[in-house]
């Protein structure tokens, strides 16, 4: 036994892979095309299966000396049964049993989460939460995620649905969103959705974020106002979050969060002045370190958290 | 050791103590008048302890037959220190080593807790929330409060002030409320604001609640709408956190639950239609089971929780 993990990022386009140290290093990656392999979920896992092997050969290692995998998958995903339940954006991922799956092929025991839970793990392990109890982790893409660590163990709700902070209501009223709820919070501050705020505001079609970033870097004030729009949205919709978990950290990661810089001063004045005496007094928040890499050294988190 | 408990519920105008034994039920009862001895906090801890004396004299039992003391308090307290950090309604009481004071008066081990968080553990293993790992437990009076069982334990947060679902703000403007947010939840039907409500509906100063239920009950087209929309805003409020949390129960408890009857129907249609697919299926609501007593007997799940 060499106290190594093995992290598999599932993602829409890309599959990562990564041998990582004791010391949540990454020593050695695999990488596939997730959409070469979509066709059929057999041929994504034999294909997983087959880069396991190979990342393994080509480092020299044996199966004992791996401790476990970790598998982080976009979607809902029943963590004690090893059951990936349903993925929204693979086809034909419904109740795929694939804990056992893995197992039965490489004797290295398994473990499965999704993949915003992952990301949380990696960043109050390895990342801007380190020596955190109770912390909320967000993402900020396409989708607006969450993952809550809470009295230092990740809590994966009833049905292992828990964290959609992009599913706070902002308001009683307002737009019907996606899920089915009405003024969620990604609604108003997802990618689409700022996406065609920005092309409204800035006059330009396909408008992408980078550029509103980068405007709000010269000095563009409408850009500037843009952000903090954006971090006041995200603000009255973390106040209720936080009034009932009294977090110690906010960590904002995902794309989005690139523009963390202009989304800070606002995002902190609004928990700071909207939430109660004491949320508001401990309430900190960070931007995510570990980057691309926050889900393989997440599914090394859970490796280690699930086999101690 | 008989395996008893006593529970003690400090409430602005009581304090009830009872003996409970394993079956969570009460065996002997004690009580006493808070605003008879709340001009200094020695002075009501003196007589708490002359009346758990006298409780114990009064049942036969000595020190070594109570397992544990048990004690809720309206107010911030540091359950792993057993410090009473601030009462807001009782003058005097501002970082007060109560656990401390007790065990050195009665050699009893002694816990300390928020009132609400042990209504909620007495809901949760001796009410209507048995057998259930995750479930929020609301209580609906001048202050709309929670507690949260989560992973089949009290969550507390950082500073111990975690489950203010009162504060949770229904939108991202409106009414200032006197926590310093804006549009909480607990301004919108909080008793304050439905009285002032029921009293312009009505047309009638001062109108109690209970006359706006029996309204109800006579079938009055108007108290059932009020109670309807007050569990809109109560549904409206509550989305987030079933999104964020994803419970398998949200029991309501306080005194305005009285009206849960007609609060139900609006509340669980509101929850299962905002609600996300997995949180939406899973979700129930049950009315609160232990009524006066869920304070001492949160008390008494309080000390087996904490000495098992």
């Not at 800035?202 to 974020?209: A, G, H, P, Q, V």
């Not at 939430?275 to 928040?285: A, D, E, G, L, P």
């Amino acid at each position: 036994m060499k106290n190594l993990t093995i992290g598999v990022d599932i993602g829409g386009t890309n599959i990562k892979l990564g041998i990582i140290n004791s010391q949540g290093k990454i020593i050695s990656r695999g990488n596939l095309q997730t959409t070469k392999y979509a066709k059929s979920k057999n041929v994504l896992i034999k294909a997983l299966i087959s880069e396991l092997d190979s990342l393994l050969e080509k480092n020299s290692l044996k199966a004992t000396d791996i401790l476990g995998i970790g598998i982080g998958l976009p979607g809902l995903v029943d963590y004690e049964k090893g059951n990936v339940i349903f993925l929204p954006n693979v086809p034909g991922w419904h109740n795929v049993p694939l804990k056992k799956i893995i197992e039965s092929k490489i004797r290295i025991k398994t473990f499965l989460d999704n993949d915003v839970n992952l990301i949380a793990l990696g960043e109050w392990k390895l990342g801007a939460g380190s020596n955190y109890e109770n912390l909320i982790c967000i993402t900020l893409g396409t989708g607006v995620g969450g993952g809550l660590i809470l009295d230092n163990k990740l809590y994966r709700g009833e049905g292992f649905a828990a964290g959609e902070i992009g599913h706070i209501p902002l308001n009683e009223k307002g737009k019907k969103c996606n899920c089915g709820g009405t003024a969620c919070l990604e609604a108003t501050i997802g990618r689409n959705a700022l996406m065609q705020k920005a092309a409204i505001l800035f006059k330009k079609r396909n408008i992408d974020l980078k550029e509103v970033y980068d405007l709000a870097e010269k000095g563009n004030a409408r850009a500037i106002d843009f952000w903090r729009q954006t971090a006041n949205h995200l603000g009255n919709g973390l106040v209720g979050i936080v009034n009932v978990l009294n977090p110690q950290l906010i960590v904002i990661g995902g794309g989005v969060s690139g523009s963390y810089k202009f989304l800070k001063p606002a995002f902190l004045k609004v928990l700071k002045e909207r939430t109660m005496t004491v949320q508001s007094r401990m309430i900190k928040i960070a931007q995510a370190k570990l980057g691309d890499d926050a889900g393989i050294i997440g599914a090394n988190v859970l490796v280690r958290e699930s086999v101690s």
